[in-house]
């Protein structure tokens, strides 16, 4: 948005509704791709504007607010539209609302339309999905709702644009002639004596305002504590009820909206309802419904794990194209090791999740728009919410097998904040697969390569039990978590199960470029910085350290006659030990020495914070492997032979591999999630409670293995 706009050539515009109204698709077609992700002060919830033209001499900005069924919220989505509307000082306050209602359903979206018009704000009504109403059979009367209402009513289709121009006409006509609505619904509750106080303290002039200002005072933001003082003293002494007066207005209100709908709409047939009434038989079904849910999870998850792998593997492939061509064109120094080692792998490492997140979001967009996600929270809901999850919970957990990054970010549809923060938390608990590098070499030190029945692989057993041990932690901390983070916000599974519908190509190809753009200009400057400070940690050490070992391994060379490969090797190999991260390693020794590690998997650790399957090629450069480095066989024999010189045993042996693989398996060693975590929750407090929490997990269950093996 310019800012050499003046007042009279802006107009702000929000867009409002209940949840799966089909605001998206109006606020994508009014914006296209001028638009913008954000987050309302003080809380994760998105906060998306955009901006379009009016005339040639008049911008809109648009913001979509959250989805709510009310103005006494349940949840921060509601909250956030109640405080943006009781605040004429609030920079988002709208000089004209957008009210967006799905046609098919009038009925159940004129509560909140009732509330907003008794405002005064000047209100356009979109009867939103009219191509779906018609065809179900629903005739709507929108000249009769103007009269009935004094609102103006723009029939829209948010598929095809039908109805925009309509709504651009309408905003314009609206802010030109600043109409203070007449209709409306206007009820006081029987509270004329109350809100008539308040807006004569509080300098008030809206009567509906000031009733709000009665029922929520506690929890309104933008009241400071005297003007809470002074409504707390009206309530008192007027002994106003606040229940009892939402339950009057409510049904009130319902006695003026359910004939009005009688009024205004006629139904002709109910073949659309019947359809869906259909088909969520079988896909809400108890037994049918949980096993088709399962079988579309699994698709799901197969198509991150599996779809995913091939442009994965063309981007590390590209990613390392450009380092050797960087090295070969750029002298040898600190600038041409900085760009490689540190920006370039740390480039890579953001966008490697490139894939997983696009296709994540691209079927859960998919899913969101035929109408099933509903369904599929509404299902597993009442299981999730006793473990202080929510249903949408579900969607994360399952994504988790693949990469806690894009999981992280599906959690955004969670309303609640405590069920939210819980699947932020215990989500990276799930086995990932970066973890699947690690398994694959430590399995092979713990488990022999036997057979049962001549099918079941015990080293893939063994590998499974992995995956069931990381989900039954994720399940029980998020228990633990639900009896230590409390608060006095009730949580309610409030949605609408829309009409199943085909999919918006349009929506869903802006939902999935949003996400990725998020993802790659918000979380990737962490991850980059972090990157290039691992980077300087295992390249550099004391000067004095780095030269003798040069020294060291070219008077060796000579005696040993090795070749130029192996010189790289050993000194790559003993530099590392002398780095200021091979320091580290041997600072935390003492620490790491019970569960069976010595320094060099303390580096390993470190190193692995990176990312978890970076601890493959750091023990191939501590072992001085070759210079191919990666090659998982080659670590495994070094590895597999490695012998502790102070006892003369192998170092690799069966206790201290299950110690290796249990510590894997509950640690935080993803500097992506701890990113993304940052992110999503506006904070460096969660990473870091989620970092301890999941480490201190990982030494005490990897002390207790080590000890059972031992």
């Known amino acids: 948005m310019k800012e050499v706009l003046s007042r009279q050539g802006l107009v702000k515009v929000?867009?409002?509704?209940?949840?799966?109204?089909?605001?998206?698709?109006?606020?994508?077609?009014?914006?296209?791709?001028?638009?913008?992700?954000?987050?309302?002060?003080?809380?994760?919830?998105?906060?998306?504007?955009?901006?379009?033209?009016?005339?040639?001499?008049?911008?809109?900005?648009?913001?979509?607010?959250?989805?709510?069924?009310?103005?006494?919220?349940?949840?921060?989505?509601?909250?956030?539209?109640?405080?943006?509307?009781?605040?004429?000082?609030?920079?988002?306050?709208?000089?004209?609302?957008?009210?967006?209602?799905?046609?098919?359903?009038?009925?159940?979206?004129?509560?909140?339309?009732?509330?907003?018009?008794?405002?005064?704000?000047?209100?356009?009504?979109?009867?939103?999905?009219?191509?779906?109403?018609?065809?179900?059979?629903?005739?709507?009367?929108?000249?009769?709702?103007?009269?009935?209402?004094?609102?103006?009513?723009?029939?829209?289709?948010?598929?095809?644009?039908?109805?925009?121009?309509e709504i651009k006409k309408e905003i314009l006509n609206k802010f030109n002639h600043k109409v203070i609505p007449s209709g409306g619904f206007k009820f006081d509750n029987g509270s004329t004596k109350v809100l008539g106080e308040i807006k004569g303290k509080l300098k008030v002039e809206n009567d509906y305002q000031a009733i709000l200002y009665a029922h929520h005072y506690q929890n309104l933001g933008h009241l400071n504590s005297d003007e809470k003082a002074v409504i707390e003293d009206i309530i008192a002494k007027n002994n106003f009820s606040r229940i009892k007066a939402q339950v009057d207005e409510t049904m009130a209100r319902f006695d003026k909206i359910v004939p009005l709908v009688e009024k205004v709409v006629v139904n002709n047939s109910n073949a659309e309802t019947s359809f869906t009434e259909k088909l969520d038989k079988i896909l809400t079904h108890k037994v049918f419904g949980s096993i088709i849910f399962i079988s579309i999870l699994m698709v799901v998850f197969q198509a991150i794990f599996a779809w995913s792998s091939y442009p994965m593997d063309l981007i590390d492939e590209a990613f390392a194209s450009l380092?050797?061509?960087?090295?070969?064109?750029?002298?040898?120094?600190?600038?041409?090791?900085?760009?490689?080692?540190?920006?370039?792998?740390?480039?890579?490492?953001?966008?490697?999740?490139?894939?997983?997140?696009?296709?994540?979001?691209?079927?859960?967009?998919?899913?969101?728009?035929?109408?099933?996600?509903?369904?599929?929270?509404?299902?597993?809901?009442?299981?999730?919410?006793?473990?202080?999850?929510?249903?949408?919970?579900?969607?994360?957990?399952?994504?988790?097998?693949?990469?806690?990054?894009?999981?992280?970010?599906?959690?955004?549809?969670?309303?609640?904040?405590?069920?939210?923060?819980?699947?932020?938390?215990?989500?990276?608990?799930?086995?990932c697969s970066a973890r699947i590098p690690v398994f694959t070499v430590l399995v092979g030190f713990a488990v022999p390569q036997e057979y049962y029945f001549g099918i079941f692989n015990l080293q893939g057993l063994v590998v499974m039990g992995l995956y069931i041990a990381g989900a039954t932690a994720a399940i029980l901390s998020a228990y633990v978590m639900k009896q230590i983070l409390k608060t006095r916000e009730i949580s309610y599974l409030v949605m609408e199960l829309p009409t199943y519908k085909m999919p918006h190509w349009k929506n869903v190809g802006i939902t999935v470029f949003e996400k990725v753009k998020t993802f790659v200009f918000e979380a990737g400057k962490i991850i980059l910085i972090i990157s290039i400070f691992l980077w300087f940690l295992a390249s550099y050490g004391p000067s004095d350290r780095m030269e003798q070992v040069e020294k060291q391994v070219a008077t060796e060379a000579t005696t040993n006659n090795w070749d130029e490969t192996k010189i790289e090797d050993e000194i790559a190999s003993r530099k590392i030990e002398v780095s200021y991260a091979g320091y580290l390693g041997k600072a935390i020794e003492p620490i790491i020495e019970p569960l069976g590690f010595d320094w060099k998997m303390g580096i390993a650790l470190i190193t692995s914070f990176a990312?978890?399957?970076?601890?493959?090629?750091?023990?191939?450069?501590?072992?001085?492997?070759?210079?191919?480095?990666?090659?998982?066989?080659?670590?495994?024999?070094?590895?597999?032979?490695?012998?502790?010189?102070?006892?003369?045993?192998?170092?690799?042996?069966?206790?201290?591999?299950?110690?290796?693989?249990?510590?894997?398996?509950?640690?935080?060693?993803?500097?992506?999630?701890?990113?993304?975590?940052?992110?999503?929750?506006?904070?460096?407090?969660?990473?870091?409670?989620?970092?301890?929490?999941?480490?201190?997990?990982?030494?005490?269950?990897?002390?207790?293995?080590?000890?059972?093996?031992?």
């Not at 949840?19 to 698709?25: E, L, W």
């Not at 750091?618 to 070759?626: E, Q, W």
Request: one cysteine or more; charged letters at 15%.
């Open 14 to 165: 929000a867009l409002i509704g209940n949840p799966n109204s089909g605001k998206t698709s109006v606020f994508n077609r009014l914006t296209g791709l001028n638009q913008k992700v954000g987050n309302f002060p003080g809380v994760t919830v998105d906060k998306k504007t955009g901006s379009f033209n009016l005339d040639n001499n008049t911008q809109a900005k648009l913001i979509d607010l959250p989805g709510a069924y009310s103005l006494y919220p349940t949840s921060i989505d509601e909250r956030i539209v109640l405080d943006i509307l009781t605040n004429k000082e609030d920079p988002l306050y709208p000089d004209v609302i957008v009210y967006v209602a799905d046609a098919t359903n009038l009925e159940r979206h004129l509560l909140l339309l009732s509330q907003v018009q008794d405002l005064g704000i000047p209100v356009i009504l979109a009867l939103n999905m009219a191509d779906l109403a018609s065809k179900g059979g629903y005739k709507i009367d929108s000249a009769a709702i103007t009269k009935k209402l004094g609102i103006s009513v723009v029939e829209t289709n948010g598929r095809s644009g039908g109805g925009v121009s």
């Open 323 to 431: 380092t050797e061509l960087t090295k070969s064109l750029l002298p040898e120094g600190v600038i041409t090791s900085l760009i490689t080692d540190g920006i370039i792998a740390g480039l890579g490492g953001v966008l490697i999740f490139i894939p997983q997140i696009t296709i994540l979001f691209l079927l859960v967009a998919l899913l969101e728009e035929v109408g099933y996600m509903s369904r599929a929270v509404f299902l597993s809901d009442s299981i999730m919410r006793k473990f202080g999850l929510n249903g949408r919970s579900i969607v994360s957990l399952i994504s988790g097998v693949a990469c806690a990054v894009p999981a992280i970010m599906a959690t955004r549809s969670i309303g609640d904040w405590r069920e939210r923060l819980i699947t932020i938390m215990v989500t990276p608990l799930m086995s």
């Open 611 to 710: 990312a978890r399957e970076v601890f493959v090629g750091t023990m191939a450069t501590i072992y001085s492997v070759g210079s191919s480095g990666d090659d998982e066989q080659s670590v495994v024999q070094r590895m597999a032979t490695e012998v502790n010189p102070e006892t003369g045993e192998l170092v690799y042996d069966q206790a201290t591999s299950f110690s290796l693989l249990v510590f894997y398996l509950f640690a935080m060693q993803c500097m992506s999630t701890l990113a993304i975590v940052k992110r999503e929750t506006k904070s460096w407090k969660w990473p870091t409670i989620q970092l301890v929490y999941m480490t201190g997990l990982a030494y005490i269950s990897s002390l207790v293995v080590f000890n059972i093996f031992s």
